[in-house]
């Protein structure tokens, strides 16, 4: 499978600078990590976004910056941002599914407003030293929307176009859409990834197998939930290592144990070999971060 492209989706909250850090020096396998979106707020780049594509905080990890955004303004503002942090590569979510960024048209929601996306190609174009990409869904109410905006998407200046091969109003539930997958990517002269419903080797190894002329494949909660899946490491030593510097990184970098555990938690929420359910209970439930430690310790004995 090493000829083909594999990326690290970005879920908010999850795959953070720390995260992505820990799993390319302990694990890798992976050519590009993919930050959770960078997006305005109250007209600006949000301040904790930006601190996140820290040019220096991602320093030797194959970072691509994702920006959110409902039309052209929103996303050349955010453009700036990004390129004033450092960076040359950027990333487009038109597949967002949550309420809140789909109801305002942003993510999958801006699917349906093939006007804004053709003037946000313009925008492209006119940032010549940009590589860009564009992570998106297959409409949102129906795949037709997504066929619809072949002919936008084949005249963006895109490095590949990354396909979540389920609509909007589905969000992650039903089954995804594997033939209206294959019938975009026919129609895309673009490269392609595919996103979605990838939880182990053999869900990569079935998909690459079914599209053979795609690029690679993105995948998100399967990797977080079995971080060690492109290597030969033992998984137990795989989650120690990476736990460890994600906890150093949240004490050093968060106040209190409230802020401290909200992020220790998350990474045990998608782990599928550690811990057991009492044992996952027991460190999900800890409120103090004495709790919490004697409840990670009882796992390595």
């Known amino acids: 499978m090493s000829k083909f492209y594999i990326a690290f989706a970005p879920l908010q909250g999850y795959t953070d600078c720390a995260y992505r850090r ?27 976004d ?43 979510n038109m597949g ?59 005249e963006m200046p895109l490095v590949h176009v990354t396909v979540h091969p389920r609509v909007g109003k589905q969000q992650y539930k039903g089954m995804a859409d594997k033939e209206a ?18 939880l182990s080797v053999d869900d ?16 998100g909660r399967g990797l977080l939930a079995c971080p060690w899946m492109f290597s030969d490491k033992e998984p137990r030593a795989v989650v120690r290592e990476m736990h460890d510097r994600i906890y150093r990184h949240a004490c050093e970098t968060l106040q209190g144990d409230s802020q401290i555990l909200t992020r220790l938690h998350a990474f045990w929420e998608y782990q599928t070999v550690l811990p057991d359910k009492k044992q996952y209970k027991t460190i999900m439930k800890s409120g103090s971060l004495r709790r919490y430690d004697e409840a990670v310790a009882s796992l390595w004995r």
């Open 204 to 219: 990569v190894a079935a998909v690459m197998q079914c599209f053979p002329t795609m690029k690679g494949v993105m995948l």
């Open 96 to 154: 967002c599914p949550f309420p809140m960024q789909m109801g305002a048209g942003r993510g999958c929601g801006l699917l349906v407003h093939a006007d804004r996306i053709a003037e946000i190609a313009e925008e492209m174009h006119r940032r010549r030293d940009v590589a860009f990409s564009v992570k998106m869904r297959l409409g949102l109410e129906c795949v037709e929307e997504g066929m619809d905006l072949l002919p936008i998407v084949n």
């Open 181 to 198: 997958f294959g019938r975009f990517a026919r129609g895309c002269r673009l490269p392609v990834v595919y996103n979605g419903d990838l």
């Open 22 to 48: 820990a799993h390319c020096e302990v694990v890798g396998g992976v050519d590009e990590y993919y930050t959770p979106f960078v997006h305005l707020e109250n007209g600006a780049p949000r301040r904790k």
């Open 50 to 92: 930006l601190w996140d594509i820290d040019l220096e905080r991602n320093e030797g990890v194959p970072t691509v910056p994702q920006v959110i955004a409902r039309d052209r303004d929103e996303f050349a503002r955010l453009c700036d941002a990004v390129q004033a942090a450092g960076w040359n590569r950027i990333d487009l």
